[in-house]
């Protein structure tokens, strides 16, 4: 039993529970999902919570219904959304991830900013902290603890898609990461010093519960690294995209 007792929308609540459930195989493609009655003992909410959260989950094509028979987690081959990203080698393949990321985050940590709770203050101070105190020489390790950093704040979103649209492209993130880590080999601890007060401006921002400077801390942590791509391909710079 998961009876709910964080604060926010319930529904989107157990959207979220119910998709961490499909990804991690409780409910396995073409299963029969509880029904709307043991769902509502389950999570101790209503009915009606149970059908929003449901319809989200048809809507995002990872249930489909069946008349008179129940819920089914939708087969993978017939999943409503594919996103797939060509492997990454060159510098303007990474700015192009840049900049979809870009996208994409701006829209998250403001929602984050938005919908924060304690517990996922909490989760992204373990991330932050985690970063803020490793020592190693291993870019890759590097750029996994900062790739957390930026998961755990799309999972203080509450919604599920943002985690998992981070988590479908962690190895072309990952590429851009760890070309900036090992790029700052000779000024590792300058380098580092920079990220971390760039993630601690972001995340006191979404403490504050303040949508904008959240985006724009964003803003700054990407844009140096986009506009670094820009003028090694001699592409115009960007200048502000936050509000």
Request: proline content about 3%.
């Amino acid at each position: 039993m998961s009876v709910i007792t964080q604060r926010g929308n319930l529904a989107e609540i157990v959207v979220a529970e119910l998709s961490s459930r499909i990804d991690s195989g409780v409910y396995l493609p073409g299963q029969k999902i509880p029904s709307s009655a043991q769902l509502c003992q389950d999570f101790g909410v209503s009915r009606t919570v149970i059908r929003e959260a449901l319809t989200s989950l048809r809507v995002a094509g990872r249930v489909t219904s069946r008349q008179g028979d129940g819920v089914y987690v939708t087969e993978r081959d017939s999943k409503t959304v594919n996103f797939e990203i060509s492997r990454i080698e060159d510098i303007r393949s990474a700015m192009e991830i840049l900049e979809l990321r870009l996208g994409v985050e701006m829209q998250s940590v403001a929602l984050a900013a938005s919908r924060r709770t304690p517990e996922a203050l909490a989760d992204i101070a373990r991330a932050y902290d985690y970063l803020d105190n490793l020592e190693s020489d291993d870019a890759e390790v590097e750029a996994r603890a900062d790739f957390e950093f930026h998961l755990a704040i799309a999972r203080a979103t509450r919604n599920p898609h943002f985690p998992q649209f981070l988590q479908a492209v962690f190895s072309e993130i990952s590429f851009d990461l760890v070309m900036k880590h090992r790029q700052s080999a000779r000024t590792y601890r300058t380098y580092l010093r920079k990220i971390n007060k760039e993630h601690a401006a972001i995340f006191a921002a979404i403490t504050q519960g303040d949508p904008r400077a959240a985006k724009n801390a964003l803003a700054a942590h990407l844009e140096e690294s986009l506009n670094r791509y820009r003028a090694m391909l001699d592409e115009p710079l960007i200048t502000e995209v936050a509000d």
